[in-house]
């Protein structure tokens, strides 16, 4: 009979999924860190094979009941679990009765493992992972490609109660949901394959205020859907409409066609330098998904009142929300909401947009139709819309209400209150620098750096100001901007700078150039990641900075 | 014959001013600082004999042509001229000569000064020293008072270059513009007596969610203008409007009465930890420089519309200038601006007001009538409004133009372009600790600290969150906040909050509470306020920092 060992708060996501890992019957993990976060471990499920299968290195381990310590090789990285491991045998009619949340059981190839433990901390959310309870997992990992990685296959194997009986192996059966992806320029830096991630080199940011289409940077969350555009339709209904529907050509033919220029940003934007502080589940997005085009579609107001909403009127409506034909297994779409009023003010410019940068939309930006609500985050300006639904509550969509909300330093994945978060709509006021790029050797003859990069704000407010500092922000020197918009209030598009920067004069050889963007509302970047810092890894806004080498 | 000198550009009004102040014929002043600031200054005008009046202690003056070093025993300070210097005694009409820009002569009481050099170095611009030139600047000190200090006077007698002949005096025949003040509240901090500007102290602030309005911060530009309330009319004219004139009896009874709640900020608002940095010329607000009321008047829109303004048609109009009662001695009267669309879009809570927390404003906020611009800087509120004009260009008054904006932190006073920032307009988020105040002893033995204080942003963000340390940002905790507006678009009222932050185990007595809020469009506070500084101190908004004494 084992002690009795107390449920883990560890600090953050990896220090949970590794002390999980490892953590056996008759073993509990010793945790690293301050003294009050060395909590034992309930035991989870795993054997100690898993364990060592995990391929973490070597970890100390302590057996409860003797509290005698012992070094635990394990074996090295990327060592995975090839062979059954010696467990029972148990037949899927048996698994299938685990599928409530006091005790969930999934399968993956031919191992059966009860995730019990784990459903509270799954970076997907609790009712994602259990769409699969009782069943097989292989088909949601063939959708959510993220969990295709030796780290989170060991974590899996540490919950391993046995193995599936006959031989069973779902994996074979799985057909590929990601199979119909269009071609993407090479020069693309792809994050994650499938679901497909990449941002647009740095480099290549800067050299236009219009960034081309193919070099945008894509977020998607799930797979391509494949559309006929002669068969597309768009519905719209919800509080004070009448329920519509409209065709591409509707769309093109009935309403009038607007064009603007709006930068697009992931939220997760910059999470690498939060990454490199304390690890972050997530996209691992360097300064490069962040993109301005010029888009041109219909306003949706236009569209709204097409279908009966009068702004005279107080409608109950307090949302706009928007479901695109990206789906998942279930058929559960993707989906997100903007506040109703960001649709309707005077001059707001929110598009269903058909074209970019003078072209029909690409497959990877949401052919035929998408959001383009400017000056709003990323993940609202829904792509491939099918719907759209005036409401009083906003999207109850996971992206909208699980994901992409940050919060506090110390506020933990496993015990975050997703509702003490708004979700984000405006971003921050933020900037990066492109060039140089990290690790350049530069040449300090000319006794001055020059520097590019962007800056943008969300909320329509205009870039007022770049400051580009060579020796910690003892000095500042102010960035000549692309474009001069300090009065404006519709600022949707992102301003590109540059800075001739003076080296200073006690160099070792050695910089960090650091940039620093101010709005129109005077908010500026704070000075380092830490004070932004959030489990979720989004909204980094941190001064940039980049180390160059300096050469004579 | 003096060697040449040249004119210097010291860093910073400080330094510019106590270097013109010391500086006399034949001597130069050896400035500290780093190398490269140690230029010669052109010599003025004065004598040594004022050099010696100004009281400055004692500092290290050059003669030029020996580059001879000895130490000036200055008096002490505050020992201010006496008696008139043997210097060239000047008439009247000879000095009234002195008034363009190449040749700037003025007169205080006896004194004749040749302040040409000073000109683009004056805090209040160049223009308005222009208004003396040739005569009395007297009459302008008495409305200025902010000059009747030892430091000041003894700058003014740097420029001396006579007396004035026959004894003339001005200072008797100025009347005091300032001898209608109304009474105040004693718990207000008097920062400046005339005109007058005091604010409420921290511990008071966090008591309520309203401010008492005899407590409210008061920022007032010049005399409180004695209004009759029967004889008031508001003047409303400008692009797209018939000209109207409204009686305070109109006001209150042609059109709808609103109540908001909203609070106020002075853009110099914790200007004082930006003075502990470098020096600024400006008033010395802590953090007590913002308060909390609601107010009742009518709304603007309708107003305008009553004008005859419609919102459907795009008029010229961009701006609504606002012109208060108070005014100089030339009858230039304070203005601002604020743009149309924060007037006219649905929601806008823009109010002429004429009641605060119940009861009718008092003299000091702008009795009969002023303006409540929610989410909007303090200046742009004009008090006893006078009139409303709509136009394409935004108010040309200086504390529109060249006041209330902030720059890159190497932007120095005397070379300021101030076309390059916008008129501050929503300001940034900002937080700070009310409870405890510095250097509090506090004590230890709870284990942790209650800490209270306020968080509000411009533009109608609402507060979502306030992180406060005490362990130098090692580890935050989340403040309980007054209200959970997290969803709001028209947060017009600031967010008071507490949070008991544990004591650090490692304390050495001595601590330094942080606080930082975040708004709903994710934008924080700066880390220091080194990277926000600027020459006129306003809208720091960098984390707000409070030392406190542990005792157990």
Known sequence: MLSRLYRALPNGTRASQNAALIVSRGYAIQTAGKPDRQHQWQLAVSTLAAVFAAGLGSLVLVQPETSHCEEAKLASAGQTQKSKPPLPEFHQEDIAKHNRKDSVWVTYKDGVYDVTEFLEMHPGGASRLMLAAGGAIDPFWAMYQQHQNDEIKSLLEGYRIGNLAGGQDMSQQVAD????????????????????????????????????SDLFYVRNHLPVPLIDPAAYTLRIEGEGLRTIELSLKDLKTKFKRHTISATLQCAGNRRTEMQQLKDIKGTTWAAGAIG???????????VLEFAGLDDKIDTEAQHVQFEGLD????????????????????????????????RPLSKDHGFPVRVIAPGIVGARNVKWLSRIITSKEESQSHWQQQD???????????????????????????????????????????????????AYSGGGH??????????????????ELSSVASRRSRAWSWTLWQADVPVPKDHQGSIEIICKATDNAYNTQPDNVAGVWNFRGVLNNAWHRVQVQLEE
């Not at 269009?182 to 960034?211: C, D, G, I, M, W």
């Not at 058929?331 to 947009?353: H, M, N, R, T, W």
């Not at 770049?466 to 003892?474: F, H, I, L, Y």
Request: with cysteine; charged share 20%; aromatic share 8%.
């Open 177 to 212: 949901p990601y199979s119909n992806e269009p071609k993407r320029h090479p020069a693309l830096l792809v994050r994650q394959a499938k679901p497909f991630n990449a941002e647009t080199p740095a480099e290549l940011l800067t050299s236009k205020l219009y960034t081309p």
């Open 292 to 302: 301005n085009a010029e888009w041109s579609g219909v306003n949706l107001k236009d």
């Open 327 to 358: 789906s998942d297994m279930e058929g559960v779409c993707y989906g997100a909401s903007i506040p109703i009023e960001k649709a309707l003010f005077k001059g707001a410019d929110v598009l269903l947009a058909y074209e970019m940068n003078g």
């Open 404 to 454: 992409y909300k940050a919060f506090s330093p110390d506020t933990e994945a496993d015990s975050v209150n997703w509702d003490s978060a708004p979700a984000i709509q405006e971003p921050n006021v933020t900037s990066a620098i492109c060039e140089p790029c990290n690790d350049a050797a530069i040449s300090s003859s000319g006794g001055t750096i020059p520097v590019k990069g962007f």
């Open 462 to 479: 205009a870039i007022i100001r770049v400051d580009v500092s060579a020796d910690q922000g003892k000095s500042w020197s102010v960035a």
